[in-house]
């Protein structure tokens, strides 16, 4: 591979784990971020506060041997604990015994992956600097710094589009002929909110990722080290429930009142917090080729999905491995960008569905007696049968070898045996004699 001289755009979760693997294997790295240092700063201006990480996530991690690092500052949930309406709580495993996902600060995981990868001497980051413009042909790329207001120019042999949903990579991209681009915005937005801890304590369970489902809107929480609880309401911008329609304290109050009651006696800020902190709009975006010359995108850049599966930076993780793969398996860019994009974007198509089937499942399945039964079976079958039946969220979240279009592949096929079998009679009071064995013989 004679490129020597990589540019980075983004010191963002997926450019600084980007930045490590191309170091490794002795390429000097260039990392461009528009936003001022995060180490001494200490604020962090991202957009949602923790993040769930998972073997996909881990396994590209550990690849570049950092995993125990970020170990460190995870707390594993094992379970989602659904909060009915009417306050009582109901604890569903993830997976079997001791899988579990993690909650992560997003900032935390961010400083921590860009400490690691400044240790290394061929990466450089290059803090408040915006790129502007890029020339596609000669790799030329424009910077303006945020304090000195200095422009500059460089010219890497290889750029590497690592800067999020809104990448100007992308958008110069877009300008080609043939650039396949689709954006679309959900008509759900979503705040940030805090259950804090009392007395250094948490005040709910703190293994465990809690879902308040109520159909058409949700609240989730996810623990940090500090003993508190990042909350994310999911709700429609517009309608009858919606953020357009809470706009007076009484009515927030109320709300929460009726249809979060436990949650809402833990949070003492929860009105100036929902005052303060902004609605935020959630966005999916393909787009294809990812790759233009000498030029590729990779993360969030690349496929931007709804955050209901857990997955948007486990899969600009698992990009980060992949690409790895390819370096070892060709020796031109030329290929190995090709054979990257090829093999990365019907995985990035699939988890897009997924997440975007998920909220369902979130918001409201979880909450119902049937889905419930399934996943009990579903479980039980996993017992008896862990090579020929994993469940979808399995193959998700802690099969990081079975690829998420394989996985929805095999989760359709599943969806039509389930069917089935909870349509057997008595299936309620029987499923735990059964052995499904037909039911597998025919998938
Ligand atoms: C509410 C919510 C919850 C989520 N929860 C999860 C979860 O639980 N699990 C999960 O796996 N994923 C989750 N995600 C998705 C996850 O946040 C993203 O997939 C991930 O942040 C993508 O990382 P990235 O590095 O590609 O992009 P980003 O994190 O967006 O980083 C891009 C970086 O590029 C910089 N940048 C942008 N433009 C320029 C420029 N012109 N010049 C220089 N720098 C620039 C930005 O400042 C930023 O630092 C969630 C997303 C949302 C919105």
Known sequence: MENKNISILGAGLVGALASIYFAKRGFKVDVFEKRPDFRITNSYGGRSINLALSDRGWLALEQVGIAENIKKISIPMYGRMVHYQDGQTQLQKYGLEGQAIYSVSRGLLNTELITLADSNDLVKFHFNEKCEHIDLHTNELSFVNSTTNRNSTINPDLVLGADGAFSVLRSAMQKTDRFDYHQWYLPHGYKELTIPAKNGEYQLEPNALHIWPRGQFMLIALPNLDGSFTCTLFLPYEGTVSFANLHSTENIIQFFKDNFLDAF??????????????????????????????????????????????????????????????????????????????????????????????????????????????????????????????????????????????????????????????NIPGIEENWQEMDFKEYLDNK
């Open 265 to 422: 006696e833990l949070m003492p800020q929860l009105l100036e917090e929902f005052e303060h902190n902004p609605v935020s709009s959630l966005v999916n975006i393909s787009c294809y080729p990812w790759v233009h010359n000498r030029a590729f995108l990779i993360g969030d850049a690349a496929h931007s999905i709804v955050p209901f599966y857990g997955q948007g930076m486990n899969a600009g993780f698992e990009d980060c491995r992949i690409l790895n793969d390819m370096m070892d398996n060709y020796n031109s860019w030329e290929d190995i960008l090709e054979n990257f994009q090829k093999s990365r974007k019907p995985n990035a198509d699939a988890i897009a569905e997924l997440a975007r089937r998920n909220f369902v499942e979130m918001s409201e399945l979880v909450a119902n007696k049937r889905f419930q039964l399934r996943k009990k079976i579903e479980g039980r079958m996993n017992t008896l049968y862990p090579d020929q039946w994993i469940p979808l969220y399995t193959m998700v979240t802690f099969s990081p070898h079975i690829s998420y279009s394989q996985a929805l592949h095999k989760g359709l096929k599943e969806d039509a045996i389930m069917e089935k079998i909870l």
